[in-house]
T-cell receptor, first 113, second 112 residues
Framework: NAGVMQNPRHLVRRRGQEARLRCSPM?????VYWYRQLPEEGLKFMVY????????ESGMPKERFSAEFPKEGPSILRIQQVVRGDSAAYFC???????????FGPGTRLTVL | GQQLNQSPQSMFIQEGEDVSMNCTSS?????WLWYKQEPGEGPVLLIA?????ELTSNGRLTAQFGITRKDSFLNISASIPSDVGIYFC????????????FGKGTHLIIQP
């Protein structure tokens, strides 16, 4: 039973470039959540998606950030024109239903130079 | 926005000691969860609590969902070196608010 998979584990981008983070949920899970963690902080919710639909994006910055979860393939979190303040660990979680018990992947550490 | 106040921020204890940490909020939640995170990894779910007053154990870990639905605590008995890590409380409202709200974590450091 594979857990939640995220890649890449580490990503380095220069200011102004695009970052694409991928998440494959656990087998049988169709609900995906993205969170951001700054150093010495807890995780902050960004967006919740089901297959092909964004359900709750209340934590997503209004500009430069977007997320998708296509019918086939992983969920993608895209950050356009990255700035230094985007440097953080981005975690994906999945669940079998719309619920509290969310299982997290190992995260992608984004560094913006 | 909703906030969880987690304490203590860090704990330095001797191996074999019991540990207690807690989380409070001014908001009511329907589910409380406790996660553990180790360096370079994602949070791992330890315990989930669904009813006010519920007391649940997972090995040496015991957690409770407060009666007011605004707080929770986690106890670890007879700590061992592999308990080292950051423990996060998280809470869930549901009803359209699908993200977990996290505390800032308790760093547990164990001295042999």
């Amino acid at each position: 039973n594979a857990g939640v998979m995220q890649n890449p584990r580490h990503l380095v981008r220069r200011r102004g470039q695009e970052a694409r983070l991928r998440c494959s949920p656990m087998k049988g899970h169709s609900h995906v959540y993205w969170y951001r963690q700054l150093p010495e902080e807890g995780l902050k919710f960004m967006v919740y998606l089901q297959k092909e639909n964004i359900i709750d994006e209340s934590g997503m910055p209004k500009e430069r950030f977007s997320a998708e979860f296509p019918k086939e393939g992983p969920s993608i979190l895209r950050i356009q024109q990255v700035v230094r303040g985007d440097s953080a660990a981005y975690f994906c979680a999945s669940s079998p239903q719309r619920e509290a018990e969310q299982f997290f992947g190992p995260g992608t550490r984004l560094t913006v130079l | 926005g909703q906030q969880l106040n987690q304490s203590p921020q860090s704990m330095f204890i001797q191996e074999g000691e019991d540990v207690s940490m807690n989380c409070t909020s001014s908001s009511i939640f329907n589910t409380w969860l406790w996660y553990k995170q180790e360096p370079g990894e994602g949070p791992v779910l330890l315990i989930a609590l669904y009813k006010a007053g519920e007391l649940t154990s997972n090995g040496r870990l015991t957690a409770q969902f407060g009666i007011t639905r605004k707080d929770s605590f986690l106890n670890i008995s007879a700590s061992i070196p592999s308990d080292v890590g950051i423990y996060f409380c998280a809470a869930y409202s549901g009803g359209g608010a699908d993200g977990l709200t996290f505390g800032k974590g308790t760093h547990l450091i164990i001295q042999p």
